[in-house]
């Protein structure tokens, strides 16, 4: 064995020593799915009548999209929380081992270092390769294969979809496709099965480190709670070299060679500065990156120098430094993936379900549809109050118009006619603006008079009297004897009473004053009934919808809260 | 279809003139500047546009044969558009894509004044990407000739099969984006060319002829010869099209956004409402003032038929009292109902109120107002209201100066005079009947007196009702009438503003 190959033992020698902290938490994931088919069962109750619904097109739209978007979130998870069981499934096939996922863009060298790792191993054991095809089942193979290259030969330009990788003793390597190639179905397949790892290795390519989609791809790896080493590939490039004499060295077609090399030291090191740099900014206080340095590597110049016995060459690929970092990785394999299973599921809760990194996701879509709805609600609410309003002053100026109208030909004699005819004038004008206003928000409302008669005070009531006062005096008849008579008690003196009318006019202002105010109370109270009668049977319904729906969300919201504070504690435990 | 350089430039004015508003100095200085130049020279100019590292700065290097002509790195460094003459020509180093650095902006809107692209990516993996396939159709769209450079960045021997199938591999990717996007035939319109950017340099600064003739510098400064030289008017033209066109889309992107439809609607709203409540108001003070006639008049009627002329001061003023008092009452529940209505009417504009800062520019007349009316309660402002009340029928000023004393005194002359002539009478019947005519006429004087008096009365409240009704709507409503139009004026711009523009998208197209 070579000083170079030694150099790399340490990090086999520790695959060895991996033992399985495989959990199940297959208790707790039943605890979620009870808690998402309870809130399907809720959604599913709200019943909402067509009739009720075709009342307001608007809000029935409006209700229907929302209903219609619960279905479909609630879908959506299941679906997802099926994926999860399938990736679940992934990893109890491998419990044995430390899972170790490779994910990255397109050419960013995943193979190679997978390939390099396997074919590098100094110690008795022989890496087993594997691969899953389309169907999903498993089959051997020799090597890792660039499968983020089309076979170009067959024209065949949609590869195969597929998840490759090895075993070395406790070590569980898996190759994803690259993201951001031509079939994107390749990406979403790296993705999905980023869930199923205990560790992830993100490589970014020296020929461009660290690209704005890769860095938004890391800071979903952050969001998922994942353990990540980033590192630097391909940090190679090739040199011509000249002869002594002059003249390029050439190779044995007689074209000027081109020598592999490491990129130089001041070349990575700008690299590496600015990648760390980056990532410092979207990892925040994360802790997750902090498991791993990150270095610049070639497993080109590695390889090259190991096969060449150029130590110089393989000691400045930096592979030598970036074993050593996944060596200590590697001696915390049992407690990293006791934890996993629990940080899949808060991070499952977290980022599908409570959408916490995003406005777009989960329980957040939902609660802007809702909040939305109650604004349109609120909206319609304040409209009415505001139709009812107008109403109220219309009414008041319908009275007032209709009786300005009469007032002059009302008398004595017509008054209960005239006050007749104003009433049927009344009744129906004012339904007419009523039920105008009301049908700003109902499709359909015909306005009610039912209660009219019987609270009416009838015409009659209303009678115009003349005023009349009568004066009066009073002079005496009795003659002269009477008046003696009486002196002594024994008749009584006789009076004569004389009288007369004064006609004070009539009580006609006053009767109209009564009548203006007692209709205008009268049709103010019937309207408010009929209004009432609309947020009775409309108004309040609808709050109802719209709380009942609003209590489901918070009432899920608080138990998935409360179940990634369990989930979380529980993992402290496990892990300490 | 604009073919003279005057008419462009009368374009331009007109476009300027009718976006100024919506669009900030800077962009409209690029504008008119962009145009002018365009306009003077004619001559299309060529971005070196791509991946970030792809070697963009390596090849302008190559092709000027300098060593730091444009800065090179590993890392993202190009940040600026740095423009090279190149044979009367120019060429601009852009900005590289996808780099995390914030400068694609930059990198964008030259872009869209444009004619020629560059597009440079490398053969260590950016050709396998997909986004960098979609950047080159968006090109293609626009129309204007592309020439793709492959940059040997990983080192074959460009001559090699290796090269030839990675070349059919752009095609075929390229093919299959721009199918998607619906353009035929993507590979025909774009040609590629494989150059060694580095060996290039090296072998114009070592002076290796070899190199230089291996790295194919020599075949890609040809083709842009031949790209420069072909491109005709057509190219500037189609591309100055374009970027009105998107200057045009941009501007009327920002009239949208500032037309407010619900704005007016709310507006028009609170107006109908105050509208409403200003003739309700009115009518139920104007019924309380004639109840109150109708008691003031029936009142001091009874007092002057029963002589009790000591109480007819304290019962008017009793009377005088209870009318202000209602009348305060109702006044102050309607402004009340107006200040809640004017504080949900402004939440509500707040919620709507998409640009903030302009809404508020527009609002502050009112809102100040607005805001003043339901503070009445606070002590600056009490003085307003206050003064309001105290026109509203004072009760020892108004009353009873028009009216003069109350009439009490003539009446019960009379009656005395009418008893002194019957009194030497000794014929009873002839005296009471006397007495009768004078009781009468005590009567109707009183009752004539209590009108006389009423009408007054009354003429005196409407008129107080009606100055109250003026001094709390009048001028709120007229404010609000006045923000209405405005709101209305600018949507009208607007909208006029807009189809203008529209037009002259359509005489573009």
Known sequence: MTPSHARLEPFYRELQNISSGFESVDKKRDELKEMIYAFEQKTQNIKVDKDFISKNEELGNEIEAVLEKQKEVIADWVMNFNEMLQREEFRSELKEHFIVIIFGKVKAGKSSLGNFIARNNTLEQKAAFFRYDEAGKREEIKKLEEIDEDSFETNNLECTVSIQGFKLNGLAWIDTPGLGSMTPQNGKLAQEYIEAADYIIYPTSSSHPLQRDEIEQLKELI??????????????????????????????????????????????????????????????????????????????????????????????????????????????????????????????????????????????????????????????????????????????????????????????????????????????????????????????????????????KSGDAFEIKDIIRTVTTRYETSSVLRKIASSFGLVERTYETLREDVNFGDNKHKVILDFKQNRQELFASLANKNYDFIVNDFLTPLDNLFNQMKQNIVELESNLVGLTLELNKIKMEKTK | MIVDKESYISLKNEIISLSKEYISQEELKNFSDHIENKVASFKPTLMVYGVYNAGKSTLLNAIFGVDEMSQTGDAPETAEVHPFEYNGYTIYDTPGINAPIKHEEVTIEHLKKTELVLFVMSN????????????????????????????????????????????????????????????????????????????????????????????????????????????????????????????????????????????????????????????????????????????????????????????????????????????????????????????????????????????????????????????????????????????????????????????????????????????????????????????????????????EFGFKYKQNLLKNVDANILNLFDSIIKQYIDFSKSICEQNDSLLQTKAKLQDILNSLK
């Open chain 2, 124 to 451: 260590d993996g950016s050709f396998e990407e997909r986004y960098v396939y979609e950047k080159i159709g968006d090109i293609i769209k626009d129309e204007k000739p592309v020439l793709i450079v492959l940059n040997n960045k990983k080192g074959i021997d460009i001559n090699s099969s290796v090269a030839d199938e990675e070349i059919n591999k752009i095609n075929a990717h390229l093919s299959k984006i721009c199918d998607e996007v619906g353009i035929k035939e993507a590979e025909k319109k774009v040609k590629i060319v494989y150059v060694d950017a580095k060996t290039a340099l090296d072998g114009k600064l070592e002076n290796e002829d070899e190199l230089i003739q291996s790295s194919n510098i020599l075949l890609l400064e040809s083709e842009i010869e031949k790209l420069l030289g072909e491109s005709s008017g057509t190219n500037v033209k189609n591309a100055l099209d374009r970027f009105i066109i998107e200057f045009i889309l941009r501007t009327i992107t920002n009239i949208d956004g500032k037309i407010d439809r619900p704005q007016e609607k709310l507006t028009q709203e609170l107006l109908t409402y105050l509208e409403k409540l200003k003739q309700k108001t009115e009518s139920e003070l104007k019924n309380m003032a004639l109840e109150s006639v109708a008691i003031i008049t029936n009142s001091l009627v009874e007092k002057l038929l029963a002589k009790e002329n000591t109480s007819i001061t304290p019962m008017i003023e009793k009377v005088i009292g209870e009318i202000n008092e209602s009348v305060n009452q109702k006044l102050e529940s309607v402004k009340n109902e107006i200040r809640s209505k004017i504080g949900t009417f402004e939440s509500a504009m707040q919620r709507l109120s998409i640009d903030v800062s302009d809404m508020k520019s527009k609002n502050s007349n009112v809102t100040e107002n607005s805001e003043r009316m339901p503070d009445s309660d606070s002590s600056g402002t009490a003085v307003a209201v206050g003064t309001a009340v105290a026109n509203f029928i004072p009760p020892t000023l108004v009353i009873p100066t028009p009216l003069g004393p109350i009439p009490v005194k003539p009446v019960v002359q009379f009656a005395l005079t009418v008893y002194v002539i019957f009194a030497g009478s000794n014929e009873a019947k002839t005296r009471a009947e006397a007495e009768l005519e004078e009781k009468r006429r005590h009567h109707l004087a009183a009752k004539n007196r209590g009108e």
């Open chain 1, 223 to 456: 969001n998922q709670n994942k353990k990540i080493t980033v590192c630097i590939t391909k940090s190679d490039t090739t040199e011509r070299r000249k002869k002594e004499g002059g003249g390029f060295v050439r190779d044995a077609n007689g074209e000027i060679a081109k020598f592999i090399i490491n990129k130089t030291s001041q070349n990575r090191e700008s690299q590496e500065s600015y990648v760390k740099n980056e990532i410092k900014e979207i990892a925040q206080n994360q802790t997750a990156l902090k498991l791993a340095e990150l270095f610049s590597i070639s497993a080109l110049t590695a390889q090259i120098g190991l096969d060449k016995n150029n130590e110089e060459l393989f000691l400045d690929s930096n592979i030598p430094l970036f074993y050593d970092s996944i060596t200590d990785v590697i001696k915390h394999a049992k407690e990293i993936k006791k934890s996993v299973p629990y940080e899949n599921l808060i991070s499952f809760i977290e980022n599908s379900l409570l959408g916490k990194n995003s406005a777009e996701l989960g329980i957040n879509v939902l609660k802007n549809h809702i909040d939305n709805l109650g604004k349109t609600i609120a909206d319609t609410k304040r409209k009415f109050e505001l139709l009812k309003q107008n109403a109220n002053s219309d009414i008041s100026m319908e009275i007032e118009m209709v009786v300005e109208e009469f007032s002059g030909k009302i008398d004595k004699h017509n008054a209960a006619a005239i006050f007749k005819e104003i009433d049927e004038i009344l009744s129906e004008n004012i339904s007419k603006k009523v039920e105008e206003s009301i049908l700003e928000i109902l499709k359909d409302f015909t306005f009610s008079l039912n209660e009219m008669e019987k609270n009416k």
